[in-house]
């Protein structure tokens, strides 16, 4: 059996889509407080309940956990308490509980501002938040735990990423303002770098690590590219030849990191993974998906 928690949310629901293509040994769980149950497929069942609740006997030594619930960076600043409780206390608990091989969804925010780029695995660890902090914290426990593979994702974006969520990354929020004609808000001046993942490369890697052993260690899972808010913008212009009117906003705290981008040599070592989806193909293919699933008002 593999149970995804978080089944309902972006980057569950897209782990789910691909793995009904090979068993139907699925166990689905969502509480819905960030997840849309109509962004699983037809006939998959959900069940709508905390994780910590809905797993209360761990299941067997031949089960697989992956584990995306988490309560995000943006939620956290309001909500720290909830979100230790939610991304530590309780991810902990299951973990201790849980016997079978468990596939850890973690951060790549975990390294903070690095001295170094690319960013290895082996860089120091600099959380200064409840999000990376509590994700750091799931992280160390599974260190001690053992029989597990933990992947810090970096800015995952792709079908599914719903607009309507508050906590929408800012691709799906940048798409969202082309196709309604709405602002989109710069938050500092535009020129911070993330490692933009294409969602379908992170499902690859993932449904690699189920058929795989445990690796026993963390891993990044990133392009090894940087691209700046600027350069999303223009990219996102040109693919839908709308002019996007924007305004500046003073930075965030969790706007500090001026910087980021992964060596995914590791995760290319184990599992012969590397990211295949450059940047303009990968926003072309959720431009397409905003369509289909009719996100838009501005064009036809």
């Known amino acids: ?162 607009p309507s969520n508050p906590y929408c990354g800012v691709i799906g929020r940048l798409i969202d303002c082309a196709l309604n004609g709405k602002v989109f808000t710069i938050y500092g001046d535009g020129l911070s770098t993330r490692d933009y993942t294409y969602v379908g490369d992170v499902v690859e890697a993932i449904t690699l690590s189920i058929l795989d052993d445990s690796t026993w260690m963390e891993m990044n899972l990133g392009t090894g590219k940087e691209t700046s808010v600027l350069d999303l913008i223009e990219l996102v212009q040109d693919i839908t030849g709308i002019e996007i009117a924007v305004t500046n906003h003073e930075g965030r705290s969790i706007d500090v990191i001026k910087r980021r981008v992964l060596d995914t040599k590791k995760a290319h070592a184990y599992f012969g993974w590397t990211a295949k989806t450059d940047m303009k193909t990968g926003l072309t293919k959720t431009i397409e998906w905003f369509k289909d699933a009719g996100l838009f008002q501005h064009i036809s």
Not at 70 to 90: C, D, G, L
Request: net charge neutral; hydrophobic share 35%; aromatic share 10%.
């Open 1 to 162: 059996m593999i149970i995804v928690t978080g089944a309902a949310g972006f980057i569950g629901s897209n782990i789910v889509r691909e793995l009904i293509k090979h068993t139907d040994e699925i166990k689905c769980i969502d509480d819905l407080s960030f997840g849309k149950a109509e962004n699983l497929p037809a006939g998959v069942h959900l069940t709508v309940d905390d994780f910590d609740r809905a797993i209360k006997s761990g299941g067997n030594h031949n089960d697989i956990l992956v584990h995306c619930a988490t309560s995000n960076i943006i939620y956290a600043q309001k909500h720290p308490v909830e979100t230790f409780k939610n991304n530590a206390e309780k991810t902990i608990e299951l973990f201790k509980r849980f016997p079978g091989k468990i596939i850890y969804l973690s951060t790549s925010s975990v390294y903070g501002n690095a001295d170094v780029l690319p960013i290895r695995e082996s860089a120091p660890i600099r959380v200064y938040n409840a999000y990376d902090t509590s994700k750091r914290i799931a992280e160390l426990y599974l260190q001690l735990r053992g029989t597990y593979t933990t992947f810090r994702l970096s800015n995952v974006y792709g079908e599914y990423q719903q």
